[in-house]
């Protein structure tokens, strides 16, 4: 087990690398666009839409039509399967229009969720059957990186230690398998944010969490420079009667980073979670300005902290879609500031 | 109740009290005084063993009286040694020696402001069905003893566990257990406010290329981070010593200052988590100007570097202050010269800021190297 067997070469490494950079560029984040049909049709029916293809194609072209001011915002957008192949009203394939203005095409590639037998309710995430094949096909249709969402729970037995290295283990195949086809892996370990737990029981488990999805990269010869991190922030569960700051979901957020992610790592791209929009703004900011010595860039990789407000303005509606678009690129400016601890928003803390 | 035994004995999920942080706050402050900007460490903790080598080769007997006459003429060194010396790790024999002046030997360090450490492992036991790897003794009684030592004057300890590399090593059996044991060693450390200085040593033996070694170096390291992390313990109150990574002894190809330094580095980002503090080198066989050369390059490496990168030197400290003793008192100011030239030029590495005028002596390039080194 001490010989390197080859697995990538200088020009892939090279590449993989260069393009995890591209995505967190200094003010760039990613959007997550990626929602399963089942994801979106609860998003629809919160602004009373149908969930059909058409509908789901319309709601993704406000995003992508957004003007150029979103090209210094956003590095990278994640796809879902079916709208990497829809295009615009004008026939533009939704793929092209993110590459022409310089923004980058991720997929999600996992197949979702599976109970782990003889748990307390816990999960871990198919999708590597036939993964490499659709990895390569993903590759000529555009895309050059990838994401693939396991999720823990925090609870009194929970996460196992099962569930912790299960998924840290599928993570770390998911990872491999898409480094091989020139496809950057973004690595979601979600704990949720379920539960009457506080601050600090969160940044323990997010610890124990991270430590283990780093040994099962380590075991399974990942290319950590070309590769991204989505985790939680570290907040304390959504029924936790105490309140914490933004410095202290920060300070809490980046201890537990500094303890885990390897310096290697090329960025960190936070997943929302249940946040409000103005909430997960404000947290990224106090985490970039955490005075605490930060070796990877810590951005946002947003799905409903980006869109909440567009959907809401949309409902459905073709003549509110300029609204709708502007709405999100508002999101995205906001997180472009917060991602560089500029985002001044001046203690409005009624809006979190 | 029993339900609740029983959840308890599946929650891993539970901080349980390991330190307050009036600990935690102790153990930061003492590994940020040991690795402050521009100190290292004197590794003068050979064994009695050990020092019998040394001696040997200068022609001096190995009596404890010449032992202690060589470590004092190292620690009443002028006062400036603290400059570039943040810690000094002793063998338990010499905690409790004097210097010529009547002074305990930890006292003379504090009173510099450098801080007292101490070897407490018990050397290495074989792994059995392995092809002659070991593992690291010296955890029993060990608490005890790590509160002894603190009330001696410690503030931080070195456990020394030691790799090689071949066909088959370092094997996973190697590999996990002395993670393990430097875990366990770690935790006890820390329960009694002495910083752990972790040292997973991989020898230079072999003719492995740079490569091969930086390999290993990660997956010992992946191995060693998980373990540490399994056993609870406070990265920000410990430092690390390992090898640097270099081509193994009889590898035919050479490699620049310039390639050990990247292949070190890189393989240090892709283990070692930004919240350790410092990571002090250890020699290994190299001449004390190789070390402290490769140790500037490192130093230099165009890649961010969130811990401090520093030295824990042994001989690389001190050939030339032996070669200079010949255990003769009249050689005392001569011998602490050279070992203040070393030191300083050690601290300029460990900033990067070491610039070789090219003429080092004849003892600093000489090769350190002892096939298959034990204490």
Request: with cysteine.
């Amino acid at each position: 087990m001490t010989h390197q067997f080859p697995t990538l070469s200088e020009a892939q490494k090279r590449e993989l690398h260069e393009t995890a950079l591209r995505i967190v560029s200094p003010g760039k984040g990613i959007l997550a666009a990626d929602e399963s049909v089942g994801s979106m049709a609860k998003r629809l029916a919160q602004v009373g839409v149908e969930n059909t293809e058409e509908n789901r194609r319309q709601y993704r072209q406000i995003l992508f039509s957004a003007d150029d001011r979103i090209n210094s915002c956003i590095g990278g957008v994640i796809f879902f399967h079916e709208t990497l192949y829809q295009h615009s009203d004008n026939g533009v394939p939704f793929v092209k229009m993110i590459r022409d203005r310089g923004i980058l095409v991720g997929v999600k590639v996992d197949k979702g969720v599976v109970p782990l037998a003889g748990t307390c309710g816990e999960t871990t995430t198919q999708g590597l059957d036939g993964l490499s094949e659709r990895c390569a096909q993903y590759k000529k249709d555009g895309a050059v990186f990838a994401k693939w969402r396991c999720v823990l729970k925090i609870s009194d037995a929970n996460p196992s230690k099962l569930a912790i290295t299960e998924n840290a283990n599928v993570l770390a195949r998911y990872s491999s398998i898409c480094q091989q086809h020139g496809i950057v892996p973004v690595i979601e370990p979600e704990i949720l944010p379920d539960g009457d737990h506080d601050l600090k029981r969160c940044q323990y488990i997010t610890e124990k969490v991270l430590a283990a999805v780093y040994k099962a990269m380590s075991d399974h010869h990942v290319y950590l420079e070309g590769t991204l991190l989505k985790p939680n922030m570290v907040t304390p569960g959504h029924s936790c009667s105490t309140k914490y700051s933004p410095e202290e979901v920060a300070m809490a957020t980046v201890t537990a980073l500094r303890r885990t992610v390897p310096p290697a790592v090329t960025g960190v791209a936070f997943l929302s979670g249940g946040q409000s929009e103005e909430e997960a703004s404000v947290h990224l900011n106090a985490i970039n300005n955490c005075p605490l010595a930060k070796p990877w860039i810590l951005t946002f990789s947003f799905g409903r902290a980006l869109q909440a407000s567009a959907l809401r303005a949309w409902r459905g509606h073709k003549e509110n879609e300029k609204a709708a678009t502007e709405q999100f690129i508002k999101r995205a400016e906001v997180n472009s500031l917060a991602c560089q601890g500029k985002y001044d928003n001046h203690g409005d803390v009624g809006q979190l | 109740h029993t339900e609740r035994e029983l959840l308890s004995v599946l929650r891993m999920t539970h901080q349980f009290p390991s330190l307050s942080p009036e600990q935690k706050k102790e153990l930061s402050d003492i590994a940020q005084r040991i690795v402050a900007p521009g100190k290292g460490i004197l590794a003068a903790d050979e064994s009695t063993g050990t020092m019998g080598k040394r001696l040997q080769k200068i022609n001096v007997e190995n009596n404890e009286e010449n032992r202690r006459c060589f470590r004092d003429i190292l620690f009443s060194t002028d006062s400036s040694i603290s400059n570039c010396v943040g810690g000094v790790i002793f063998f338990h024999e010499t905690l409790y020696q004097k210097s010529d002046s009547g002074k305990l030997f930890p006292q003379v360090i504090k009173d510099k402001g450098i801080v007292v450490g101490i070897k407490v492992d018990k050397g290495t036991a074989g792994l059995n069905g392995t092809d002659g790897e070991t593992t690291t003794q010296g955890l029993d009684g060990l608490s005890e003893r790590c509160a002894q030592y603190k009330k001696d004057g410690c503030d931080f300890a070195k456990w020394r566990c030691v790799l090689k590399i071949s066909d088959g090593c370092p094997s996973a059996l190697a590999i996990a257990e002395n993670a393990n044991v430097l875990a366990r060693y770690a935790s006890i450390c820390q329960q009694n406010g002495l910083v752990p200085i972790v040292e997973p040593e991989i020898l230079p033996d072999g003719d492995h290329d740079l490569q091969r070694c930086q390999y290993v170096t990660e997956k010992v390291l992946a191995a060693v981070y998980k373990a540490l992390s399994d056993h609870h313990v406070y990265l920000e109150g410990t430092l690390l010593k390992p090898n640097m990574v270099t081509a193994g002894h009889s590898c035919t190809k050479k490699f620049t200052p310039q390639e050990v330094g990247m292949a070190t580095v890189t393989a240090l980002r892709r283990t070692v988590p930004a919240s350790v503090p410092g990571i002090c080198f250890l020699s290994g066989g190299q001449s004390e100007e190789e070390a402290s050369v490769n140790l500037n390059a490192i130093n230099q490496v165009p890649l961010h570097r969130p811990w401090k990168l520093t030295f824990s030197y042994g001989r690389a400290l001190q050939a030339s202050a032996l070669a200079a003793w010949q255990g003769k008192a009249a050689n005392k100011k001569a011998t602490q010269d050279v070992f203040l030239n070393r030191a300083k030029i050690n601290g300029l590495a460990a900033k990067g800021e070491y610039k070789p005028t090219g003429s080092a002596d004849q003892a600093s390039m000489q090769s350190l190297y002892t096939a298959s080194y034990v204490y």
